[in-house]
């Protein structure tokens, strides 16, 4: 029996766990590797599923690439509005990436905001020989500063989180990691509820669904790869209170988003007296849920996205791709005659307003 079989990988045990505190909620479909649900202002954990099981963070790396660039802003490493290289390695990352054309300058600010929300590896690495001088040099400081926070089970080999099976950690330990974020350095959260910014020409948007869906959702980043799953370390914050939801390893960026929206709902309702918690525990009182680092699932075959070779469930797009393709041919010719024209000219514009500061390109979160 394999390590997800044994963890029964379903949405029960989340649920379970939830009622236990005495809440009442609707199950639904979504699902994930590992849950928790924690009230950031006393730090009590209010749901958990998983916590301490290993796995890939994808780009919730980047958390901690963002805490050891406000650290060095902090001492006086960088500046924040001064200027930042970006090195040939740093601009051979792979997706997702800005991929500014040569010549035009990047700020530090710029890079972290490009780094959070539209989790740009290019921006990272950039970052990352900024303050350390080399990716190697940087990957230390990320372990050190994992050590001194108490993020006992994670390692780190790269800023960004694309695939190594050496880099590793686990929901407690992004939760852990968020709180430090959020306590040492308060004045950089607007970075991580920022819906959109600009860098020269270019205006990118966040990948965080839930800024866009979910009443106080304020920040904190989102991650992917085919190996991780879809990842999202969630903040929200309503009258004052602030909730934290971290998700591993769900199939799909809208189950992922789902869920983690559910958790957070689920967390107000507690603090609105809904339902309370008869005991509630700290973070730091939680038992572990595995007494040794487990084995990492690998969700490749379960990713439902083609990047990842999984066509996942149909979309719209899909469908309306197959009753096009039903037409028969003469009307097909008939009436794609003009409008093959018409895309055509729109083609040509849309590509000729295209910003000259950046293209983005995207594989991974």
């Known amino acids: 029996m394999g390590p997800r079989a044994e963890r029964g990988w379903t949405r029960s045990g989340i649920w379970a766990a939830l009622l236990l505190l005495g809440m009442s909620l609707v199950p639904c479909t979504a699902k994930a590797g590992s849950t928790l649900l924690i009230d950031a202002t006393t730090q009590e954990v209010l749901a958990s599923e998983d916590a301490d099981a290993t796995w890939y963070p994808a780009s919730l790396t980047k958390l901690m690439t963002a805490y050891l660039t406000f650290e060095a802003v902090k001492t006086g490493k960088v500046e ?53 001088g080399s990716e190697e040099a940087f990957a230390g400081r990320m372990n050190a ?57 270019g205006t990118f948007h966040s990948q965080n669904d839930l800024l866009r869906t979910f009443v106080g959702a304020d920040g904190m980043k989102t991650g992917f790869t085919c190996g991780a799953g879809y990842n999202v370390v969630a903040s929200a914050t309503r ?63 379960e990713t439902q996205t083609r990047k990842c070779g999984n066509r996942g469930p149909r979309t719209r797009v899909a469908k309306a791709a197959k009753k096009k393709a039903e037409v028969s ?7 794609t005659a003009g409008p093959a024209r018409g895309a055509a000219k729109a083609s040509t514009t849309r590509a000729s307003s295209k910003s000259a500061a950046s293209k983005v390109k995207t594989a991974a979160e």
């Open 80 to 132: 924040w509005t001064g200027p930042l290289a970006i090195s040939d390695k740093a601009r051979g990352q792979p997706a997702t990436r800005i991929g500014l054309k040569l010549g035009i300058p990047l700020t530090v600010e710029q890079a972290v905001r490009g780094l959070v929300l539209r989790s740009a590896n290019d921006f990272a690495m950039a970052l990352a020989e900024g303050i350390a």
């Open 145 to 201: 500063t994992a050590e001194r926070l108490g993020m006992t089970r994670s390692h780190f080999t790269n800023p960004h989180g694309l695939p190594d099976d050496q880099q590793v950690s686990t929901a407690r330990d992004m939760a852990i990691l968020t709180l430090a974020l959020l306590r040492d350095f308060p004045d950089r959260a607007e970075v991580f509820s920022t819906p959109q910014f600009v860098i020269h020409k």
């Open 239 to 301: 009258n004052g209170r602030r909730m934290i939801a971290v998700v591993l390893g769900a199939p799909t960026r809208a189950g992922r988003s789902q869920l983690a929206a559910d958790l957070l709902q689920a967390g107000f309702d507690h603090v609105d007296g809904v339902k309370r918690a008869e005991h509630p525990r700290r973070l730091a009182d939680l038992p572990m849920s595995s007494a040794e680092p487990t084995i990492v699932h690998d969700m490749r075959r």
């Open 329 to 335: 041919p003469t009307e097909t010719a008939a009436q």
